[in-house]
């Protein structure tokens, strides 16, 4: 596994006018499990579909229509579970939480509350080379979404798409241990990687799939680690939620002003009302959306439609053994077996799909080299075109040839670099390319020594110059390599040049 040197929280102090600070926040994360078909319906949950064509009679809330639990959606979320090494509840059940929103037919959610389908984990966050802070989870629980109202078809008339309604959340909520915007931040990068190595859930953070309620509280320094020893929430303030929040640089824009809307308050001898507020980006600050609701306000009763969930510890270790290598233990890998820095490893686990492409890449072959290519060219290359890596018209198996044909001194760096543009714009098998247009380097030393001889016979006063100064010497590689067509071994040509010049 990643050998991260576990730190405590480190808070974020903040100067008021009067004292000093510190920020505690949580977080509930929902996030759409990647399923086509809703949690207690058949629907489909295909993004993009005409509004109110992915609705089902259960979903509009029609008499007499009863849920059904989608199988595939627990599967998913033991498997998620399991990914944040959590204790999966082999009982579970639903409740109705009762609230009225125009986009939510039942006039209900089935939620749950009291038993909730996945216990305790954690979240190791890494904020820096080998250094971790950890996030406890403190449950996972199921839920159907809400629909979707619409205000800006009509000026006189709202609109709502059922589309959504009853297709599954994840919610993930963590304990108050993020001390940070940065954490806060890292914390939901983190948590979507392995949701997405686990292929529980897109994290298409755009379309909603994937959003975050941050619970911010500011405390008198000292006061937390009361908390820590005591359980006593008291010690933590009064906390505000944001939510909703999809974007990491919003977060952390949002915790800043919230916290420092708070401290401004209680240092004027206020309170702090605890609330639901929204961010708003383009003015940067946030404002009361509601009052914060309470379990009890919600009225949480078994719901009588569903009996307990109960499922076999058979199935979840099946699950547990097709679970896919996770991010952490990947990135060990990538260290370990290619002698790659921490880095490198990062931003080759960063997406799975990356580092599957690299995987197959590196496999038989130097590691060091094949992330290079990987990182710099491929991916500098991918970006520069606004590709993702699944439409890269270089393969893998493509790169891997060229990485061979480096690593056999067939050709060049510069050869290769001349041999990657035209498998990305012609494609083609890297070897059959380097034999049929002559790209192979000169290793001939007689050759070299020959282009090596002219340019010093060219230019003497050059050479009076390298001889000087010894970091000129690095002219002549220059002008052989160009003389060359830069097909001349670079090692060769520079340990001539040297021997040549008396250096």
């Excluded at 595939?72 to 579970?92: D, H, M, P, Y």
């Excluded at 198996?397 to 990485?403: A, F, K, R, S, T």
Aim: a negative charge.
């Amino acid at each position: 596994m990643l050998d991260l040197t576990f730190t405590p929280p480190a808070p974020k102090v903040i100067a008021g006018a009067k004292h000093d600070w510190e920020l505690v926040i949580g977080m509930e994360i929902h996030a759409q499990v990647a399923s086509n078909a809703k949690l207690f319906s058949g629907a489909s949950t295909q993004v993009g579909a005409e509004p109110n064509t992915n609705v089902s009679f259960v979903d509009s809330a029609m008499p007499g229509m009863l849920p059904v639990i989608n199988e595939f959606c627990i599967e998913q979320a033991v498997r998620t579970g399991l990914g944040l090494k959590a204790g999966i509840n082999l009982r579970s059940a639903f409740d109705r939480k009762n609230y009225f929103y125009p986009d939510l037919p039942q006039g209900y959610q089935i939620s749950q509350l009291y038993h909730p389908i996945v216990g305790e984990g954690e979240v190791m966050v890494e904020m820096g080379p080998g250094v971790g802070r950890l996030v406890r989870i403190e449950r996972i629980h199921l839920e159907q979404d809400a629909g979707k109202s619409i205000h800006d078809i009509d000026p006189n008339l709202s609109f709502v798409d059922f589309n959504r309604t009853g297709v599954a959340l994840m919610e993930i909520v963590s304990r108050p241990d993020i001390r940070g915007p940065e954490e806060a931040a890292a914390y939901v990068v983190k948590l979507r990687q392995i949701l997405r190595y686990l292929g529980t859930c897109d994290g298409n953070m755009q379309n909603g799939n994937l959003r975050a309620d941050v619970n911010v509280s500011v405390c008198r320094p000292g006061q937390y680690e009361k908390f820590q020893a005591s359980g006593d929430f008291s010690h933590l303030g009064t906390r505000c939620e944001l939510k909703n929040m999809n974007s990491m640089r919003f977060i952390q824009l949002a915790i800043d002003y919230e916290a420092r809307r708070q401290i401004a308050i209680l240092e004027d001898g206020g309170e702090i009302t605890q609330e639901t507020r929204l961010y708003d980006p383009d003015k940067n600050e946030t404002r009361s959306m509601r009052s914060k609701e309470e379990a009890h306000d919600y009225r949480y009763f078994p719901c009588p439609d569903l009996l307990p969930l109960e499922i076999e510890q058979l199935w979840v270790d099946d699950i547990a053994a097709s679970m896919p290598e996770l991010p952490d233990a990947k990135k060990a890998r990538f260290m370990g077996d290619y002698g790659l820095t921490d880095y490198d490893a990062s931003v080759l686990t960063a997406e799975l799909e990356n580092a599957s492409y690299f995987d197959a890449v590196a496999k038989g072959r130097d590691g060091k080299l094949s992330a290079n290519w990987v990182i710099n060219e491929l991916f500098g290359r991918l970006k520069k075109e606004g590709q993702e890596i699944g439409e890269s018209p270089v393969s893998a198996d493509q790169l891997g040839g060229i990485v061979d044909l480096i690593s056999a001194n067939v050709i060049s760096g510069k050869i290769a670099k001349d041999l990657f543009e035209i498998v990305w714009t012609e494609g083609g098998v890297p070897a059959e390319i380097v034999e049929a247009r002559g790209m192979k380097q000169v290793t001939d030393t007689g050759a070299i020594e020959a282009a090596v001889d002219q340019i010093i016979a060219e230019n003497p006063a050059q050479v009076e110059k390298a001889k000087q100064n010894p970091k000129l010497a690095g002219w002549f590689v220059g002008q052989v390599m160009k003389a060359t067509g830069g097909k001349a071994a670079p090692g060769a040509v520079n340990e001539l040049v040297m021997a040549k010049l008396g250096l």
